[in-house]
């Protein structure tokens, strides 16, 4: 099942018409690992200034997908552009940065000395102290890597990622490790970059995260695109309701056959049923359980989607 996206890509060339040139364009991209292909022909197009997540099962080809935009893994075949040039090009004139969430950070230095030593990779780096209030960090210039907790060394390697003033980010679990506020610290400052016009594709397993702050959400599975839009689209796209009740003494097998019920999960008296249609199964449920309370009716959110969109394209 695919969501066609109401973002409508420009063609390279239409730059010469007063249109923006795409900032990635994904063309038949493939990666194969012998018997395993793990990026299908995909064919991609961002445009500048969108948060775009990217979301998948393990093994959808997030992961690779990425490696292959930032140079660090050869496509088997297709074609990757970046702003109308090729991945070497395009890092080279400083307008890529990446923030990956395994990358390692020496400990023999301070955050102010590693910042500096990558800004003197790039030709044009931004201010040191410019660099560091972005990122959240300059109350941490003069502390050694090696005392850092795991969400100050992810606000760090944002603050590499961004050290060029790079016009596309590429965030692998950005906020991995990081407390609830200070994710939405680090969101905010997100948007106040994409004001600028800059591009975001980040990778993540928190779906609320997602939901919440990218313009536009591509769901891969086995290195297909199975779903492509905005949040609102793609969960509109998976039918249904999710009906939840504290039913004492009911059993899963009773819930489960309720019309109208497709799934169902019993956690002690809370039932909890994934419905194509919500009025009949209340209907059933009220005279069979009449003792049924705390009823909840809602619409599916992004975590049903996901699971109904790759559970249906798994089979």
């Not at 445009?47 to 997908?65: C, F």
């Not at 490790?177 to 948007?191: E, G, I, N, T």
Request: hydrophobic share 45%; proline share 4%.
């Amino acid at each position: 099942m695919a969501i066609t996206s109401q973002i409508r890509p420009a063609d390279s060339a239409d730059s010469a018409a007063g249109q923006v040139t795409p900032a990635v364009r994904l063309t038949g991209l493939t990666k194969k690992y012998k018997a395993v292909t793990a990026v299908d022909a995909l064919d991609l197009t961002l445009e500048p200034g969108q948060v775009v997540a990217l979301l998948g099962p393990n093994g959808a080809g997030k992961s690779t997908t990425v490696d292959m935009m930032l140079g660090l893994t050869r496509p088997t075949s297709g074609q990757i552009a970046l702003f109308g040039q090729s991945v070497r090009q395009a890092a080279d004139a400083g307008m890529v940065g990446a923030m990956l969430q395994n990358s390692q950070l020496p400990d023999d230095v301070t955050v102010a000395e590693l910042v500096n030593l990558y800004a003197g990779l790039h030709r044009k780096p931004l201010p040191l102290d410019l660099v560091l209030d972005r990122a959240g960090i300059a109350d941490l210039a003069k502390r050694r890597t090696a005392k850092l907790s795991g969400g100050q060394k992810q606000r760090v390697r944002f603050a590499l990622a961004i050290v060029a003033d790079p016009r596309l980010l590429v965030l692998d679990e950005p906020t991995a490790a990081m407390d609830v506020q200070s994710r939405r610290d680090f969101w905010a400052a997100m948007r106040r970059l994409t004001g600028g016009g800059r591009t975001i594709i980040f990778a993540t397993h928190y779906l609320e995260e997602a939901d919440e702050f990218a313009d536009r959400i591509v769901l891969l599975r086995a290195g297909k695109v199975v779903a492509d839009g905005s949040g609102a689209q793609i969960k509109s796209a998976v039918s249904g309701r999710q009906v939840a009740a504290t039913v004492p003494g009911a059993t899963l097998q009773s819930l489960a056959g309720l019309p109208g019920v497709e799934e169902a999960t019993l956690v002690g008296d809370r039932a909890t049923m994934r419905c194509s249609d919500s009025d009949a199964a209340i209907r059933a449920l009220l005279p069979a359980y009449p003792q049924a309370t705390d009823i909840e009716i809602r619409s599916l959110g992004l975590e049903e989607a996901f699971l109904a969109l790759t559970t249906e394209e798994a089979k």
